[in-house]
């Protein structure tokens, strides 16, 4: 790269840090619950309610659903507003949110999760294809896997607040004294956390991502200002060929922002609208979002509920993803997608598939309980790895490839039904079943995805939207870039 590459990659950079806060927010979002929960069953008093799994249960779930209802009108919110216009707005009500949820009101507090949870799912549905519509398709892989890498540096920052600011479980403090620094009523400080993102990204909407994009120029009709703002833009972009090849890719872009429903299950995109969305549902019970919303049960069970490694194994789990997925957004972009799936699932499988069974041990009583304490941390830790480097990344990546704008929408959706789902049974199935028939579907689960990204998915590093249709309508299993 000359230097003036190495300043347009930088710029670039920039503006998709500013953009992707938002999946920032998604990773706060998705954690600052799972630990809090026992304070919040507390001062909201439904600690000991027969109904107290299912409360909970709810108050997750309503993350889950706010989020799907956004996925599904995002595209018509763009529509009208603009890409950045729709992120200063949400951005704005993001940090009013924030300071709602310090109200002691259960209601307050679904509605709060439910708000949250809107601009959680704006945010997995607009976020990259916002980035797809201005990034060069060779640095493509790389920019939009920015986006788990943040999210993993929410979840981390989740966890992390919580030791800070949590102290001890409520359980274990007199409600007549004063809590002071450690105290319970904490939550409010972790809650107001979820505003930082939003102050971020709204800085940089009205600072510093002020001038057209180009796509922004070629929806006016003004390609030859478009054009000239490649150019400025991509200074590497010298050739008619190569500006033309991004404005073909630009204008696909937007030509898929006005298809309807019926569209995406024509006859160019039904196989990959049907594929992507098995993958919706099924990436959802691979299980991390459960870890991710249970995390202080799940590891409570698995160490006898000591506080200390519950933190830990929850801080170093997050620390762990953020490295896994800045080493996948690498890898996606070198080696490609497909083979990252492969492997990254397997192993998520095998940790899970572990997890089940020493869990099965624990509960017959054995004695060694301090070694399988620490088995199940070790391969919690591989399967959070594992799912960072593959599960979690590749798909926004594959979505943003294979699909349409409509068809992202309407998969993230799904994605999130099925994550609301997921949030409601799960603490249900641990009360009357357990932890480890969990555990055992979600390692199942994993297998199912093994033999569907061999014998289904393609490589898609590198190609066009319109290649890859091809690729699907060839009915190819994977194809050769060296060809």
Not at 269 to 280: D, V, W
Request: overall charge neutral; hydrophobic content about 50%; glycine content about 6%.
């Amino acid at each position: 790269m000359c230097k003036q590459d190495n300043a347009v990659f930088c710029d670039l950079l920039c503006k998709v840090l500013f953009i992707t806060m938002g999946y920032l927010y998604i990773g706060y979002a998705l954690t600052y619950y799972a630990i809090t929960q026992d304070s919040i069953a507390y001062v909201l008093d439904f600690q000991h309610s027969p109904n107290k799994s299912v409360i909970e249960g709810f108050v997750n779930a309503s993350l889950s659903i706010g989020a799907a209802v956004a996925a599904l009108v995002s595209s018509m919110i763009v529509n009208k507003l603009n890409y950045r216009n729709t992120f200063i707005l949400f951005d704005i009500i993001g940090i009013c949110i924030g300071l709602l949820f310090t109200i002691e009101n259960l209601n307050v507090l679904i509605l709060c999760r439910t708000l949250q949870g809107f601009l959680t799912g704006l945010n997995s549905a607009l976020v990259i294809q916002y980035i797809y519509h201005f990034v060069p398709l060779n640095n493509v892989g790389i920019f939009v896997g920015l986006g788990p890498c943040l999210m993993m540096v929410g979840l981390t920052l989740g966890f992390a607040v919580q030791w800070i600011f949590l102290g001890l479980p409520a359980s274990e403090y007199n409600v007549d004294q004063d809590y002071g620094y450690l105290g319970f009523n904490n939550w409010k400080i972790i809650f107001l956390f979820t505003a930082i993102p939003c102050i971020i990204r709204l800085f940089g909407m009205v600072f510093i991502l002020t001038t057209k994009l180009p796509f922004e120029q070629v929806k006016k009709g003004n390609d030859e200002k478009a054009i000239l703002q490649i150019q400025s833009s991509y200074p590497s972009t010298t050739t008619n060929e190569e500006i033309q090849e991004l404005l073909i890719q630009i204008k696909q872009n937007l030509k898929e922002e006005n298809q309807s429903i019926k569209d995406l299950f024509s006859k160019s995109y039904r196989k990959s609208m049907i594929l992507c969305m098995i993958f919706g549902v099924l990436q959802q019970f691979a299980g991390i979002n459960a870890v991710n919303f249970y995390a202080g049960a799940i590891i409570g069970a698995m160490t006898n509920n000591n506080i200390t490694l519950i933190n830990l194994a929850n801080v170093t789990n997050g620390l762990v993803s953020i490295a896994a997925s800045i080493f996948s957004s690498i890898m996606i972009n070198r080696a490609g997608r497909r083979i990252v799936l492969l492997i990254g699932n397997a192993f998520c499988f095998i940790s899970l598939t572990f997890i089940c069974l020493i869990i099965s041990i624990q509960s017959q009583g054995d004695n060694d309980e301090k070694n399988y304490q620490i088995f199940n941390l070790v391969f919690l830790v591989i399967y959070v790895i594992s799912y960072s480097l593959s599960l979690g990344p590749v798909f926004w990546v594959y979505l943003s490839e294979v699909l349409p704008t409509k068809g992202i929408s309407l998969v993230t959706f799904i994605n999130w039904i099925s994550c609301a789902i997921l949030a409601q049974i799960f603490p249900i199935i641990v009360e009357q079943l357990s932890l480890q028939f969990n555990f055992g579907i979600f390692a199942a689960v994993c297998l199912l995805l093994e033999i569907m990204f061999y014998y289904f998915f393609f490589e898609t590093k590198g190609l066009t939207k319109n290649e890859i249709q091809n690729l699907f309508q060839n009915k190819k299993k994977y194809v050769d870039l060296n060809d």
